[in-house]
């Protein structure tokens, strides 16, 4: 049994990284962005069934997300308002920086300009905001810029989807708690010496933030991007759950040296660099256990 299941995952894995999608399910996500009126219901399930081609995830998240329209028609016309929007607010940022040093000018990075952007949007742009007063959501709405900008090439995509994915997020913060004992449950039924483990070191205490902050983000940093995109799939197409699945089996993956930490700290740190690993099997085995389990899946938005 767990031959064939070794040879299944090193068949999805080889077709993935040769780029080879379903032909199938490629002209069926086709027939549903070509409809007039796009139906949101199965655009959602496609986000949930399938990893969506990477040619057509920044339109269907835009979807997804209510950024664009569900009406064909409008599509151009609302996409060129989001662009004017953007390039008001890039340029308001733009001339409110020209007080400032010109070093720092010249080292603004596009992830700071959108949360500039972002807070100006919002109406949170005040003298005080600096990079020593920033607040964790603040800090959770740029570690989503800074990956969206490694998955999408147009910045006005990229600081769209962003604050619709931060909206998506605001929901798992609510959820955090109740998330968290899901994933202690989990554990308990799969590995209960991981369990008992992380427990002693206080992982899932109330006073630490460690989970609450993977999870906000959707391992934001964590997990390789190109991996991790098929997780925010699965977020845009509704699933909540998914984050609780996902860290189920990367603490899994690597239990071994887990089981070797002695402090929480170093727990934080082994968690942290599994993105310099190759994370492509531990998001097939949370995908797959999603599915295994919809009757526990919740779904939102």
């Known amino acids: 049994m767990t031959t064939n299941t070794d040879e299944r995952n090193f068949r999805s894995i080889y077709y993935e990284k040769c780029q080879i999608n379903s032909v199938e399910e490629q002209k069926s996500l ?15 399930q496609f986000c949930m069934n399938y990893t969506v081609p990477k040619n057509n995830r920044s339109y269907l998240w835009a979807l997804v997300m209510g950024i664009l329209p569900l009406h064909k028609a409008s599509t151009a016309y609302i996409r060129d308002q989001r662009r004017e929007m953007y390039e008001d607010l890039l340029r308001a940022v733009t001339v409110l920086r020209c007080a400032q040093k010109e070093q720092v000018i010249l080292h603004r990075k596009k992830e700071q300009d959108m949360h500039t952007m972002w807070l100006m949007e919002s109406n949170r742009l005040w003298h005080g905001n600096t990079s020593a007063s920033l607040q964790a959501d603040d800090m959770h709405f740029i570690q989503i810029v800074r990956t969206l900008l490694q998955i999408f090439n147009d910045d006005v995509e990229t600081y769209w ?27 308990k039924r799969e590995d209960l010496a991981l369990l008992n483990h992380l427990e002693l070191l206080g992982l899932f205490d109330a006073d630490s933030t460690l989970v609450d902050n993977w999870y906000i983000t959707c391992f934001a940093g964590i997990i390789c991007t190109t991996d991790l995109v098929k997780i925010w799939d699965k977020v845009c197409g509704g699933s909540r759950k998914i984050v609780v699945f996902l860290f189920v089996e990367l603490v899994k993956d690597i239990r071994t040296l887990i089981l070797k930490q002695t402090s929480l700290a170093d727990v934080k740190k082994l968690i942290e660099t599994v993105k310099d690993l190759d994370g492509v099997i531990i998001v097939n085995k949370a995908i797959k256990s999603l599915q295994n389990n919809s009757s526990e899946v919740e779904y939102t938005h």
């Open 30 to 44: 086709n027939k549903l962005l070509q409809d007039d009126v796009r139906n949101l219901s199965k655009l959602k």
């Open 161 to 187: 989807i962003a604050k619709g994915f931060y909206k998506y997020t605001r929901e798992l913060k609510k959820e955090c708690a109740k998330l968290k004992e899901q994933t202690q449950n989990m554990l």
